[in-house]
């Protein structure tokens, strides 16, 4: 009786062990040479923008099956200026690639200005949170 009770736990142990490897994803994908810049080649990186500056954050996506998705999520953290909330979601992009060169870039509204203050823009690949970049706007 014992016997049957172990050969039944060991088969549910390795069930289980099954489902969860059926379960996982994992993805050789990373990011290199990620910066923000004052141009899409990022030739001219920066932490700190002029109120009517695009902003633009420039790297390589490496090691990445062609439908990697690579999202960037851009926030006012704390700004002056308007009203808004702390860790505002101004704007979200996704591009759909494989191993490659990307830039994000972010436009200020026709006839504005960027507030000054704290931003930030979090990098994702295929939904999980990889790198967040910190800038300010004087």
Partial sequence: MKRKMLAVLVLVM???????ACSFSATTAHLKNVTLAKDKDGKTPTTVFGQNDTFYCVGSLANAPDDTELTAKWYAVKVTGIEIEPNHLIAERTLKSGTSGFYFSLVHNQGSIWPKGDYKVDLYIDGKLIQTLNFKVQ
């Fill in 14 to 20: 390795a069930m289980m062990v099954l489902l969860e």
